[in-house]
């Protein structure tokens, strides 16, 4: 069953520090990666994306993400947090050719000054 | 561009009411799809359509009607509402068959039955 776990409820870093948000995931063909950040009563808006090639990709507002094949994880990243990073992160795996997304459970991202 | 618009933005409604979430795409997107936000569950899949006139469940159909008549718009329908249908919901649409495309998702429609 395809599946995406994120570890940790609640993220915290204080301002200028690097952030990293923990995504593993289960699929059972070739995955398509994602994450998507959600502001406070906003819907989910798109960050990046792996689909093939270099394991290192870099997406909106300076996040970036790195795919591990072996490990089944895609963290997401940033090397300088801000205040205005504080949101809900959510990871999710879309099957190969198939239609159907699964998201995992969110974290919640808090960047202190 | 619009992109995915959701009316209405919040509704409260009695133990067995009915209604009808409305989604509605400007994109030309094959694949159209509802989802429930429940704290700490993430996002989980009501139903989802991959053209007019094909429809399937997700991860939590019971409850919830869908229908596809054209590529632009995708209601969801309650027919007997239930307090455990209080949530959020958010379409989502995207590029169907074997893109590997981003859901772009509406603002989400609050619902609380009580």
């Known amino acids: 069953a395809q599946s995406v776990a994120q570890p940790e409820d609640q993220v915290n870093v204080a301002e200028g520090n690097p952030l990293t948000v923990k995504c593993t995931y289960s699929v059972s063909g070739n995955p398509y990666l994602f994450w998507y950040v959600q502001y406070p009563n906003r819907g989910l808006q798109f960050l990046l994306k792996?689909?093939?090639?270099?394991?290192l990709v870099k997406g909106s507002y300076g996040f970036e993400a790195e795919f591990n094949k072996s490990q089944t994880s895609f963290h997401l990243k940033k090397p300088s947090a801000l205040v205005s990073d504080s949101a809900l992160y959510f990871c999710?795996?879309?099957?190969?050719?198939?239609?159907?997304?699964?998201f995992g459970s969110g974290t919640k991202l808090n960047v202190k000054p | 561009n619009a992109g995915v618009t959701q009316t209405p933005k919040f509704q409260v409604l009695k133990t067995g009411q009915s209604m009808t979430l409305q989604c509605a795409q400007d994109m030309n997107h094959e694949y159209m799809s509802w989802y429930r936000q429940d704290p700490g569950m993430g996002l989980r899949l009501i139903h989802y359509?991959?053209?007019?006139?094909?429809?399937d469940q997700g991860e939590v159909p019971n409850g919830y009607n869908v229908s596809r008549s054209t590529t632009e718009d995708f209601p969801l329908r309650l027919l007997s509402a239930a307090p455990s249908q209080t949530s959020v919901y958010f379409c989502?649409?995207?590029?169907?068959?074997?893109?590997?495309?981003?859901?772009?998702f509406g603002e989400g429609s609050r619902l609380t039955v009580l």
């Open positions: 359509s991959v053209g007019a006139g094909i429809t």
């Open positions: 999710a795996v879309r099957e190969g050719n198939f239609n159907k997304f699964y």
């Open positions: 989502a649409s995207t590029r169907g068959g074997r893109s590997a495309g981003e859901l772009f």
């Open positions: 792996y689909i093939t090639g270099d394991n």
